[in-house]
């Protein structure tokens, strides 16, 4: 591994360095064993080598972040629609909350819209939660924080008017 990461000690937890795209990123093993940093060098260095480097600022992303990031957008862009977005963030929260953003996946979340089907809500209201869970990822990686985000599907929706009334 010469020439492409190093380790070293801080104190008594050992720290690792390497470089991605001219930056050089420091993150600490957390860890007083030497192994584990040679551990997390060589996960970095492969990700690096895929082309998917997680570093340690995507991997502390929470749910809760991912939360507040949509809500502070709905202030900021003087919604009127900042208490209805409530309602969703209540549901996602049943199945994400102090969750990692990394850990919420496409399997986890056909998870949540299944639970969400037998506690009988509609497919269109699942779709409001699922179109705020996507503006959540979107704006965490419009932050940097984040480089991607899971495939979420919308469920379809059977909406159309049965019939039209006149007034007498």
Do not use: C
Not at 29 to 54: C, W
Not at 148 to 158: D, G, K, Q, V
């Amino acid at each position: 591994m010469r020439g492409m990461g190093r380790i070293f000690k801080r104190g008594s937890a050992w720290w690792i360095a390497y470089s991605h795209r001219g930056k050089e990123y420091r993150e600490s093993s957390d860890s007083e064993i030497e192994t584990q940093a040679r551990r997390l060098l060589k996960k970095r260095l492969g990700e690096i080598g895929r082309g998917k480097l997680i570093g340690p600022v995507e991997e502390k992303v929470t749910f809760e972040e991912l939360a507040e990031g949509l809500v502070n957008d709905y202030r900021v862009n003087g919604r009127k629609a900042l208490s209805a977005i409530q309602f969703p963030i209540r549901h996602l929260k049943e199945s994400f909350a102090m969750d990692k953003a990394l850990d919420i996946t496409t399997d986890r979340i056909n998870t949540h819209i299944a639970r969400r089907q037998t506690e009988g809500a509609s497919n269109a209201t699942i779709n409001r939660e699922l179109a705020a869970l996507k503006r959540m990822f979107t704006l965490t990686i419009r932050a940097g924080k984040l480089t991607s985000r899971p495939y979420i599907a919308s469920l379809e929706e059977n909406n159309a008017r049965q019939g039209f009334l006149d007034h007498g």
